[in-house]
């Protein structure tokens, strides 16, 4: 399993995509893998887009377990975190999305002024030795679109957008995120229909 964190392209992404941002499914979402998630937007660009699901944990799986498969030492509060469910792609690889505070050289993709994400297992090490950024959530898998693809699914109403906070990325109530995105925009969730109109 070590042999999957690889690292990551690090890089500033180009302003005019929605890197940084958080996509919230809509109610209409037909993947039962999407349904009601949050996906913070590590990379989106002319050639597709990358990001994690942060409102969904891998089943019963929390830090200590992963970290014990890894053969790295880990105490303290951290030991009973969750690992999150990133996404159905790769889940075998892990990634780690995290505070700004922690940069490893070569390895860490930072998002926007607060936020990075590293898929180096040295962000592990340095969180096991209480060395490692304030705010992380680690998970295994993402979610990847091809060129152009996540524009069609914005325009087919699958995907609404808000600007990421410290709350929908890190806060510990994953159940409640998705309604507290929606209420970020001033939507009701109950009064969403479950089939988006179209302009």
């Known amino acids: 399993m070590g042999q999957k964190w690889e690292s990551a392209r690090s890089g500033t992404p180009e302003p005019d995509f929605l890197s940084g941002q958080i996509l919230i ?8 893998r999407f349904q009601r998630s949050l996906i913070y937007l590590c990379a989106h660009s002319a ?3 990358m990001g994690l699901i ?9 830090l200590k377990d992963l970290f014990g498969k890894l053969d790295i030492p880990i105490g303290g509060g951290i030991a ?9 792609v790769e889940i075998g690889r892990g990634f780690v999305l995290h505070s700004s505070d922690y940069c490893s050289d070569d390895a860490t993709l930072q998002v926007d002024a607060g936020t990075s994400m590293t898929a180096t297992l040295d962000v592990l090490h340095a ?6 950024p304030h705010h992380a ?14 524009e069609v699914e914005l325009q087919q109403n699958g995907w609404l957008a808000c600007p990421a906070d410290e709350e929908l990325l890190f806060g510990v109530d994953a159940d ?12 009701d969730p109950a009064m969403l229909s479950s089939t988006g109109g179209r302009a």
């Not at 942060?54 to 929390?62: E, I, P, Q, S």
């Not at 309604?179 to 925009?185: F, G, I, S, V």
């Open 25 to 32: 499914a809509m109610p209409g979402m037909q993947d039962p």
């Open 47 to 49: 050639d597709g887009a």
């Open 54 to 62: 942060v409102n969904k944990t891998a089943d019963g799986l929390k």
């Open 80 to 88: 009973s975190a969750p690992v999150h469910y990133g996404g159905p």
């Open 127 to 132: 969180m096991a030795s209480d060395h490692g």
């Open 137 to 150: 959530i680690v998970a295994l898998g993402y979610a990847g679109w091809a060129p152009g693809q996540l």
């Open 176 to 187: 409640a995120k998705w309604d507290r995105a929606l209420a970020k925009l001033g939507i």
